[in-house]
């Protein structure tokens, strides 16, 4: 109804009207729908009713046409498709028209870039016009194309091969019929090269009067494949479509002259190609997606294929292999239109209605034989030119037949006809370009959000590339275009890439130089994800179909081709873990080897180093699964055999940090066995891994996507049991037991139930049912222990290794638990963690409230209650947030990690610092990452460029927390937010009297939230991460209102101490310029808490005391002592005093005292300044280092490499101490440990410096290692002699007898 009142409204407008009338209601619709894109709708409606709390009448409209979307995008689908015929509807109508084509372009892109598959339909009409808004008009193309052809500008050998838009097959078709004989001619000649430029042409003849062409042509020679049957081809046009049956039978007369049958082959060889003029001929569904003229086009098919079939013998004696009819429409609101139809010998010359559409001899190229055996296919629109892509129905066999299932492929297959495709560039082109027709074919409603994909490339010039260096060079590529687009290629799940082309072959022995067909592929169906795989293909001379291909890597025992198949249990279980938002389980080894990849390419950059290359084998791994007797044990073993829902992998990554490799067990709950759910089995296992782990000190990385505890029934029970009613005429009184009959009862092995035999007075024996028990395990009860057993291990296992946790698809239950526990956290935008479901929720409260498990533990909740440290859009993105962490770690429990190699190209460590804190409020991460300046200019801050990543940025805003590098020296970090933050608790949709509180937090300031945070970060750095800790401390103190005292910040601030009092890594305290350090967050920062550890330090310019300049004066220079300062120091009040002391009259007395009074009050302003000053100056860096607060005073430019030096010496000497200490067997303290390296260095290096003191440190190790080995014997000694003195004299002879 609506498109019919739209269609009446532009009848009766002019252009301009109806042209301006779509394009405001299309802006109209993005302006509305924009903040919806990508958000969730209930945080959306939130965020609008807070941004008009004032004005709630503006929200109404938007929720009211929010609620009628389906509506509104029924109408403009209808504006779309009214625009896409006004080129049809005004002759002199064009897309890029000076007055609206920017609008429209606008327009277009906008609806284009809406997210989500309820704008499908329209984000992709508006890329296909958005396409069409940037092509030349085609009479504009054709009109050039003649004027070149008549001014002899044309080389039909060079523009026969190259790719070109100047030129296609559809304008060389429609000038075939043009009147000048020359450009006929030149029409066909180009149209037989280009469209057969895969082949190699060998003669041609044209009868341009007749319009007609012959020629001959065979298969490119390969090395292997040389004595190839010649073929004749040949091409006549008749005048049109309704004489076809009257001149058809001459056409086929005069081909019959020049295409005889060949001898020696099977199959049939020669081609014909009959075009045909058809005015106004209907429209190719290529070129419309919504609106097709199906019948009509196969009408017209129909009479082809009517008139063919009367000459099927006559093309059977021609030895026809393909007969192709293109029916070619020139008229001028035409465009160029053909329709193409395939006819093969193989078919008895019916049409291939999957090939319709298509150039004569892209079925071959695109190898459509491999899709159509298995899958049933549907043609959906492509932008490209050179591409089809097909969304595949899996083909089941049963009953004898095969039958379509729900299982789908999009298959987008390309012909590339330039040489460029090999390049990095051309590659990345490519890929692009497939994964955007992918993005398209994903809003269409047809395409199902489980569907995988798969891409094929068949590149037709020569590459002149050896045939094993091309293996290598396909790897390399590949590494970059998968680290580049892995975020979409896992979006689109693309399961297979490849790449047939043809290669130099360089293996020969007899140095014979020639080219042979490869296909490299990059598939997830044998295992991993995109495995890299290369074979060389031999071709059947006939057919030009790949007969049999051998690896080119390892093993070289050639294989048949065979048809794409249809999903295997491999792929099921992908399709499985998509339907819960997640990616299978073993895929994700290969998302780590991306990210892996990726971190090189990114150092490398940085590095600025494009010579360097990463090391090979980047990633390894072995799956640990439980041998017979209960240990994990390394294995290899194709994905998908595991039986329990729990997987775990001995991983190796050779990163930036580690390059020889360095090892991370990593662990991963499997959806798709029994939903993930953790039972007994999965327990155990669990446990196992963690524990493997933990005992060698490796990272653990938890994987999270399960449903939490298994439960279960006794299933066998359900049809045996009966009820005790109380009434049987009357179910609805109840009933007293459930019971099993004595046959029953008896039947069951012993143990199932718990049972009592009562006797009825009808005599019938009945087994009460005290419990059920079952035989199976795993169904209640047991997996709430095993539940507990995990939970322990994993609280364990972050005290005594790295552990960390990605949540993706969803965390229930003891999943969730599972998360916590580790306390670091990645949480996947789609990944919510709960306890319970929102519909049991909503079943326990009676009404329908939560509508969204987001709403219960999606990242907008824990984010900001500080569960999640960090939220990552994806699997990809989430993988590479987990290597990006593992970078800040050292590789076992109980090292530190070493500095990053060649740092100092990226950042030099001893270059000043740009970025100048200030006493106003700014951006503290300014401070520690730098900021880029509008005009480009980088201000460098204190740690290393780009290194600096935040994390718990939603929770305890005031307080800014993170892990970065200093001169490539890994470091956490924590500064403090000198502006205004706001804390958001949100309303509760099951308590209607709730509503959202927006709480201020001033800057400066330790609420119980930011308190909570910095003690938990202490904790996360201290274990497991062995990071040295910079705290950049500028707080004025806790906050101590009354909510906040209720919220328990004495708790979290008492925390922080106990969290430094067990660091056991170098500490450093550090107040910055224009910072100040005051009251109880001094004390519990305080070098005292941990003085083996920590160390203060203070700018030139910070302060530091117990209470604020203003606030001092309060109770120690209050104003009766500024009014002596003024008397002491004014000589106007001086002489004011000494004439007030002289005077004797009384008058003269008070007139003087009331001059005091007015000039105490001048100055009163001016002597509070002098007061803060002068209490200000109690706070300075230099009394705080004289009575032995901080170590050192520090300028805050070259702060930088005072903190590089004292870090790095800080390891080494603590390291060195803790051997001295431990060779002691404890019986040094930290303080004696010390005082005997003293002893061995030099008095002039040890006051040198500590780049002066490292040095030595690291070039005197055998006089460490005799320290060392002295303390030892030492105590040896000593022990000895303890042991000798609690012996009696006849044991010490003994002992002397025996020694």
Excluded at 201 to 207: A, H, R
Excluded at 885 to 911: A, G, I, N, Q
Aim: glycine fraction near 8%; hydrophobic fraction near 40%.
């Amino acid at each position: 109804e609506a498109e019919v009142a739209l269609t009446t409204f532009f009848e009766v407008s002019s252009l301009e009207v109806t042209e301006a009338f779509i394009i405001e209601q299309m802006q109209k619709f993005v302006d509305s729908e924009g903040g919806f894109v990508g958000g969730d709708e209930a945080l959306v409606v939130g965020n609008l009713v807070k941004a008009n709390k004032d004005n709630l009448a503006a929200v109404i409209p938007i929720l009211l046409a929010r609620k009628k979307l389906k509506s509104r995008i029924s109408i403009i689908m209808s504006l779309l498709r009214q625009l896409q015929f006004f080129p049809q509807l005004y002759s002199d109508y064009s897309f890029v028209n000076e007055s609206t084509g920017s609008k429209l372009q606008a327009v277009f892109t906008a609806l284009a870039g809406l997210d989500g598959s309820v704008y499908g339909p329209i984000a992709l009409k508006a890329k296909q016009m958005l396409e069409s808004t940037l092509t030349l008009p085609f009479q504009t193309r054709l009109q050039t194309l003649k004027e070149t052809i008549l001014a002899g500008h044309i080389d039909t050998t060079s523009l026969s091969v190259e790719p070109s838009t100047f030129i296609n097959a559809n304008l060389l078709l429609l000038l075939m019929y043009d009147g000048n004989e020359l450009i006929r001619r030149v029409a066909m000649e180009l149209y037989i090269r280009r469209v057969y430029r895969s082949f190699s042409v060998k003669n041609m003849t044209i009868e341009a009067d007749d319009l007609a062409v012959q020629w001959t042509f065979s298969l490119r020679d390969t090395v292997d494949c040389s004595n190839l049957p010649i073929r004749n081809g040949y091409m006549i046009l008749l005048p049109s479509l309704e004489t076809m049956k009257e001149t058809l039978p001459i056409a086929m007369s005069r081909a019959a002259r020049v295409l005889n049958k060949s001898s020696g082959f099977s199959e049939p060889l020669n081609v014909i190609h009959i075009g045909v003029c058809q005015r106004n001929a209907p429209q190719s569904q290529v070129h419309s997606h919504y609106q097709t003229n199906f019948a009509a086009l196969n009408d017209v098919q129909e009479q082809v294929c009517s008139s063919l079939k009367l000459h099927k013998d006559q093309l059977a004696a021609m030895d026809i292999r393909m007969a192709s009819v293109m029916i070619v429409d020139p008229s001028e609101s035409a465009n160029g239109h053909v329709c193409y139809f395939n006819y093969s010998s193989e078919l008895q010359f019916a049409e291939d209605p999957v090939s319709r559409n298509m150039h004569p001899t892209w079925p071959q190229l695109l190898e459509i034989h491999r899709l159509t055996e298995n899958h049933d296919l549907l043609k959906l629109p492509t932008i490209g030119r050179n591409a089809q892509l097909y969304l595949g129905h899996e083909k089941v066999a049963g009953a004898g037949k095969k039958t379509v299932s729900d299982h789908q492929v999009l298959f987008w297959r390309a012909i590339s006809l330039t040489p460029d495709a090999v390049t990095t560039a051309g590659a990345d082109k490519a890929i692009s370009m497939a994964l955007d027709e992918l993005e398209r074919a994903a809003l269409d409603p047809r395409v199902s959000d489980t569907s995988s994909s798969r891409l094929f490339v068949n590149i037709i010039p020569d590459i002149d590339i050896g045939l094993h260096r091309c293996v290598d060079h396909f790897k390399h590529i590949m590494d970059s275009l998968m680290s580049k687009y892995a975020t979409q290629l896992v979006k689109l799940r693309v399961d297979e890439i490849e790449i047939k082309m043809r290669v130099k072959d360089d293996s020969d022995a007899n140095n014979i130089v020639g080219f042979v067909p490869v296909r490299l592929i990059a598939s997830s169906s044998t295992g991993g994800w995109l495995t890299r795989e290369a074979y060389k293909e031999y071709l059947d001379p006939v057919t030009g179909q790949t007969q049999r291909y051998c690896n080119l890597v390892g093993d070289e025992s050639s294989s048949v081709l065979d048809p794409y198949p249809t999903s295997n249990a491999l792929q099921k279980k992908r399709s499985a873990a998509r339907r819960v938002g997640s990616t299978y389980a073993t895929d994700f080894l290969g998302l780590i080897e991306v990210a892996v990849i990726n971190s090189w390419q990114r150092y490398f950059d940085d590095c600025n180093a494009s010579n360097m290359t990463p090391p090979p084998s980047l990633f390894v791994f072995d799956e640990l699964v439980l041998a017979s007797d209960g240990e994990l044990v390394r294995t290899k073993r194709f994905p998908g055999q595991n039986r329990i829902g729990m997987l775990a992998w001995h991983t190796t990554l050779k990163t930036p940090q580690y390059p020889t490799g360095r090892d991370v067990v990593f662990i991963a709950n499997d959806v798709t066995v029994q939903s993930g759910s953790f039972g007994v089995q999965e327990d155990e296992f669990f446990f196992k891994a963690s524990e493997y782990a933990r005992v060698r000190g490796l990272p653990r990385v938890f994987i999270s996507c399960n449903s939490g505890a298994r439960i279960g029934l006794v299933d066998e029970l359900k049809p045996k049991f009966k009820v005790a009613w109380k009434d049987e005429a009357n179910p609805s009184l109840g009933f007293d037991y459930l019971y099993l009959s004595q046959e029953d009862y008896l039947a069951m092995p012993a143990g199932t139930v718990d049972a009592t035999a009562t006797v009825t007075a009808s005599g019938e024996t009945r087994y009460l049912l005290d419990a059920i028990i079952g035989l199976g395990n795993g169904i209640g009860v047991e997996n709430l222990r095993g539940s507990g057993l995990i939970a322990g291990e994993t609280s364990r296992a972050y005290d005594e290794t790295f552990t960390l946790s990605y949540v993706t698809g969803r965390s229930v239950g003891i999943g969730a638990y599972l998360n916590r526990l580790g306390q670091r956290v990645i949480q996947m935008q789609q990944g919510p963690m709960i306890l319970t479901g929102f519909s049991a929720l909503n079943k326990l409260l009676g009404k329908e409230v939560y509508t969204s498990q987001d709403q219960l533990g999606g990242p907008q909740i824990m984010y900001p209650n500080g569960v999640t440290h960090e939220v990552v859009l994806d699997d990809r993105e989430g993988m590479q947030s987990v290597v990006d962490w593992l970078s800040y770690t050292p590789k076992d429990f109980l090292s530190t990690s070493p500095p990053l190699l060649h740092s100092e190209l990226m950042d030099p460590p001893e270059r000043p610092i740009d970025f100048l804190p200030s006493k106003t409020p700014y951006d503290p991460r300014h401070m520690l990452a730098g900021l880029s300046q509008p005009d480009g200019s980088f201000v460098s801050g204190f740690c290393d460029k780009g290194s600096f990543k935040e994390y718990l940025g939603g929770w305890g805003k005031s307080v800014v927390t993170g892990r970065a590098r200093l001169g490539g020296i890994n470091v956490g970090v924590i500064a403090v937010e000198t502006r205004l933050v706001e804390q958001r608790i949100p309303a509760d949709p099951g308590n209607p009297e709730s509503r959202e509180a927006i709480q201020p937090q001033a800057g400066q300031v330790w609420y119980p939230d930011s308190a909570y945070k910095t003690a938990q970060v202490i904790q996360d750095f201290n274990r497991g991460e062995n990071l040295p800790l910079i705290i950049f401390a500028n707080w004025r103190g806790f906050s101590g209102g009354t909510r906040d005292m209720y919220g328990e910040i004495l708790k979290y601030g008492a925390m922080i101490v106990d969290s430094l009092r067990t660091y056991r890594h170098p500490v450093f305290v550090y107040i910055p310029p224009g910072g100040e350090l005051r009251g109880g967050a001094w004390v519990v920062i305080d070098p005292t808490i941990n003085p083996v550890k920590m160390e203060m330090f203070a700018d030139q310019e910070a302060r530091g005391g117990i209470l604020e300049p203003p606030g001092i004066c309060e109770v120690k220079f209050r104003q009766p002592e500024q009014l002596l300062a003024m008397h002491r120091l004014d000589p106007q009040l001086q002489e004011l005093d000494r004439a007030g002391s002289a005077a004797s009259d009384e008058q003269e007395k008070g007139r003087i005292a009331a001059d005091i009074k007015g000039r105490e009050k001048s100055l009163s302003p001016l002597y509070m300044q002098i007061a803060h000053e002068f209490a200000d100056l109690h706070d300075r860096a230099g009394r705080m280092k004289a009575k032995g607060c901080i170590s050192e005073v520090l300028q805050w430019r070259s702060a930088r490499g005072f903190f590089y030096w004292r870090i790095l010496r800080r390891q080494k000497e603590d390291a060195l101490l803790a051997r001295l200490v431990a060779a002691s067997e404890h019986s040094l303290s930290h303080a004696l440990a010390k005082q005997k390296l003293a002893e061995v260095v030099p008095a002039a290096v040890s006051s040198g410096g500590d780049k002066e003191l490292l040095a030595w440190l690291e070039s005197h190790d055998e006089e460490l290692e005799q320290l060392v080995a002295r303390v030892r014997s030492e105590q040896s000694v000593k022990t000895a002699a303890a042991l000798l003195k609690g012996l009696s004299p006849e044991e010490r002879a003994q002992l002397s007898d025996f020694l």
